[in-house]
């Protein structure tokens, strides 16, 4: 039997976090639970959360905390999360998410956080040629398009490029990453949870060196116990 996995992905913009969390989320058969996504769903659908998230996404800000972890407790809490685990993407974001997910997760805790270390210039460039699928969320750029005339190969959504992924609201994402998002790498790795990757090569190349980090670290807690 494949064992689940509890596991939070950290990564700049256009590290791939979201690609990997997909591959992540198949190869441990654990629900992909990303924040961004969440979010989206709720702007898409006018609901109270979306219509007061809507603007900040679109500037690049963060959503407040309590409502974002309103959002993740809700769904941590539910039967497939709670049984198999999950791969978080987009959060904890700041240090006081991370605190409440500790909270939220309780008594069971994470069985590990992978940073996906990508240089700057790289994904400054990797997200100006970003292109999503409004439906599913699948990831192409204009060097990689779908098959046929930007039409999503998975579920033939249109797909186009994000509203938030114009030259200013990169730039604001990842001066708020270095700020509030890089703090939660010492935050982790206090707590012995922290695994640096790196997120450069091809995306296969980049899921066996996360799968290989996260069987090596359950090898050595087998050892130790
Ligand atoms: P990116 O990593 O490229 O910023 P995401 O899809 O993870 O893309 O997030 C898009 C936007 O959603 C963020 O810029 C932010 O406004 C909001 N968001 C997502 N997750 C969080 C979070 N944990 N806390 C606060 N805001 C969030």
């Not at 797909?159 to 509030?180: F, H, K, M, N």
């Not at 890089?182 to 012995?192: H, M, N, Q, V």
Request: include cysteine.
């Amino acid at each position: 039997m494949i064992p689940g996995v509890r596991l939070v992905v950290l990564g700049k913009q256009g590290a791939g976090k979201g690609t990997q969390c997909v591959r992540l989320s198949h190869h441990y058969v654990v629900p992909h639970v990303s924040t961004g996504d969440m979010l989206r769903g709720e702007v898409k659908s006018r609901s109270a959360i979306g219509v007061r998230a809507q603007t900040l996404m679109d500037q690049g800000e963060l959503i407040p905390d309590d409502m974002v972890m309103e959002m993740v407790g809700a769904r941590l809490s539910e039967r497939d999360t709670m049984g198999r685990g999950f791969v978080l993407d987009g959060c904890p974001r700041t240090t006081s998410q991370a605190e409440a997910l500790e909270k939220i997760l309780y008594p069971f805790g994470l069985d590990l956080v992978v940073d996906l270390q990508v240089p700057t210039a790289l994904v400054m460039k990797r997200l100006a040629s970003r292109r999503v699928c409004v439906d599913c969320g699948s990831n192409y750029s204009t060097a990689a398009p779908p098959m046929a005339n930007w039409t999503c190969d998975v579920c033939g959504g249109e797909v186009i490029q994000r509203e938030d992924d114009t030259e200013e609201a990169i730039g604001r994402r990842l001066d708020l990453y270095e700020a509030e998002t890089a703090p939660l790498i010492a935050w982790y790795t206090e707590r012995d949870l922290m695994v640096g990757i790196n997120g450069t090569g091809s995306p296969d190349a980049v899921t066996r060196r996360v799968v290989g980090a996260i069987d090596s670290r359950r090898r050595r807690e087998r050892a130790e116990s």
